[in-house]
Nanobody, 120 residues
Framework: QVQLVESGGGLVQAGGSLRLSCAAS????????MGWFRQAPGKEREFVAA????????YYGDSVKGRFTISRDNAKATVYLQMNSLKPEDTAVYYC?????????????WGQGTQVTVSS
């Protein structure tokens, strides 16, 4: 069993930056690929980014490539999402997920979500 708690969301102007954190409980964190997904009102859930258990491999959705960076600290059981050059279309609730499979497919565990709002 893994529990995930996101933090770091908020309101930011277009072009700004935010860093999301996802703190995990459970001894199996370091063995899980972790990921971020997002969902905007009226839209389907979208894959944002994922990172392998050791941090060696990362994956990004096309809409965030070159702007977002995913990282993890297994000693702190935390995964991060650094979001730069934010756009209004990045506005969504962002969810942490584990264990991500095949790079982009969500696993069984979800956090409660954190709201990111980007104003134009």
């Amino acid at each position: 069993q893994v529990q995930l708690v996101e933090s770091g969301g908020g309101l930011v102007q277009a072009g700004g930056s935010l860093r999301l954190s996802c703190a995990a409980s459970g001894r199996t964190f370091s063995t899980y690929a972790m990921g971020w997904f997002r969902q905007a009102p009226g839209k389907e859930r979208e894959f944002v980014a994922a990172i392998s258990w050791g941090g060696r491999n990362t994956y990004y959705g096309d809409s965030v490539k070159g702007r977002f960076t995913i990282s993890r600290d297994n000693a702190k059981a935390t995964v991060y999402l650094q979001m730069n050059s934010l756009k209004p279309e990045d506005t969504a609730v962002y969810y942490c997920n584990a264990p991500v499979r095949a790079g982009v497919n969500p696993g069984d565990y979800w956090g409660q979500g954190t709201q990111v709002t980007v104003s134009s």
